[in-house]
């Protein structure tokens, strides 16, 4: 059974601080990583995904990928109280779908 | 672009009766997926399609839950009879092909009383 451990938080950081989340997979064959964001009440919307070992960078977010280690994380930096969501680590199975985490609760506080 | 559209967006019925769930996938996404979302079990694949061919439905809980693709453009998911214990977020989710990129419609509250 493949699968992906979040903590479930609540992670609390004031604001202008960076938040740091992160994922573990079970499934060493794993290729494709992502990120979602969940605001109470609404559906997931997609941040990020990464492919490829070590970090990528869109705006305030960075997505860190290390595949030894099974571990997939995301830093926003400057944290703003509008980024109090529910963050989901998703990762890719191996016909198309993808496997998520239960998500951790980031609260910033302003 | 209009995103995944689901109906109905709330759904509030008694124990035993059938509920069927809507779900328009995105122009042109070749899979569609089918989630149920709860604060106790998280986010749960059901079941999911690829061109209109059903490929895992390992996540449907059990025979009261069905779900079809008649269409490219058009899904149901299917609960008879309905328990309380169905009570919670169904959202669909499409993806275009070769990409594992899901876009989540709004989903559907479900109450079963």
């Known amino acids: 059974q493949k699968e992906v451990e979040q903590n479930s938080g609540p992670l609390s950081v004031p604001e202008g601080a960076i938040a740091s989340l992160n994922c573990t997979y079970s499934?060493?064959?794993?290729?494709?990583f992502f990120w979602y964001r969940q605001y109470s009440g609404k559906s997931p919307e997609l941040i990020m995904f990464i492919y490829s070992n070590g970090d990528k960078e869109d705006g305030r977010f960075t997505a860190q990928l290390n595949k030894a280690s099974q571990y997939v994380s995301l830093l926003i930096r400057d944290s703003q109280p509008s980024d109090s969501a529910t963050y989901l680590c998703?990762?890719?199975?191996?016909?198309?779908?993808?496997?998520f985490g239960k998500g951790t609760k980031l609260s910033v506080k302003p | 672009d209009a995103g995944v559209i689901q109906s109905p967006r709330h759904e509030v019925t008694e124990m035993g009766q059938e509920v069927t769930l809507r779900c328009k996938p995105i122009s042109g996404h070749n899979s569609l997926f089918w989630y149920r979302q709860t604060m106790m079990r998280g986010l749960e694949l059901l079941i999911y399609f690829n061109n209109n061919v059903p490929i895992d439905d390992s996540g449907m809980p059990e025979d009261r839950f069905s779900a079809k693709m008649p269409n490219a453009s058009f899904s149901t998911l299917k609960i008879q009879p309905s328990e309380p214990r169905d009570s919670a977020v169904y959202f669909c989710a499409s993806s275009p092909a070769s990409l594992e990129t899901q876009y989540f419609g709004p989903g559907t509250r479900l109450l079963v009383l």
């Open positions: 499934d060493r064959g794993s290729q494709s």
């Open positions: 998703a990762v890719g199975g191996s016909q198309g779908n993808l496997i």
